[in-house]
């Protein structure tokens, strides 16, 4: 059964990253193979649509299942994330696949502690989602301003968490969990080319990618482990690369799993 299973309640933290996060999906296969059993779950942005799934009690199989499904090829499909000013579109899309996967499930039916992380824009401030439907928490943690429209709830207005807490470690310590495994997505390599035919979302994606790159720092002394996928060559909208990234999550977890067990026991 392993003695780190007996000794430690171990907190997940999956960062954000647009297509980056499938990433997240690796990570979890490994570490279940693994026998390492994850007590509670946070996720900004990308990793709280994995770390939603995985909190509800949808097994890492049921999630490779589904993006081998023809609603997920339907998505890659319909899907065009480069075309601006399109942010009501974008997000029913969306909200298609998180109601196939989620439905009506709520924080209090979760096999585990979870937490979506969002940010209020009207507070400036952080926000901690844990309570109430899983997909609304969901919807309000990867609202990334003018891809998605950002949720109104109680005089909030929520966008993407990866704005103030890009790797959820606080988010995860508060759930009483005593060790904490981050996973810290690898950011844009790819240099852009100045051309009047450059993209706005490129740019859009390696900003958000050098915002990420300056605050990732200051939250990984909160974490034991840190497994960072080499994910670099990735897009933030390259969902239809989702089986290489995932293959990237495997890699980084198996080479940092050695670690993770010394240190957990």
Known sequence: MGFWRKTKKIGLALSGGGARGFAHIGVLEVLESEGIKISAVSGTSMGSVVGSLYAS??????????????????????????????????????????????????????????????????????????????????????????????????????????????????????????????????????KIVPSARTSIFHILDVSLALMEREIYNKYFPGANVIIQPHTGDFGVFDFGRAKEIIDTGRIAALDKIEELKKKIS
């Not at 400036?124 to 989602?129: A, D, N, P």
């Not at 909030?156 to 790797?167: A, R």
């Open 57 to 190: 009690g949808i097994s890492v199989k049921e999630i490779l299942e589904f993006m081998d499904s023809n609603d997920w090829k339907r998505f890659l499909i319909s899907a065009n994330f480069t075309i601006p000013n399109l942010p009501a579109i974008n997000s029913r899309k969306v909200n298609r696949v998180l109601s196939r996967l989620l439905g009506e499930k709520t924080f209090k039916e979760c096999r585990m502690p979870f937490c979506a992380v969002a940010a209020d824009i009207v507070t400036k401030e952080k926000v901690f989602l844990k309570e109430g439907r899983l997909i609304e928490a969901v919807k309000a943690s990867i609202a990334i301003p003018g891809v998605f429209e950002p949720i109104v709830k109680d005089g909030q207005i929520l966008i993407d968490g990866g704005v103030v807490e890009p790797v959820p470690i606080e988010a995860v310590r508060t759930m009483d969990v005593d060790f904490v495994i981050a996973v810290a997505l690898e950011n844009l390599e790819r």
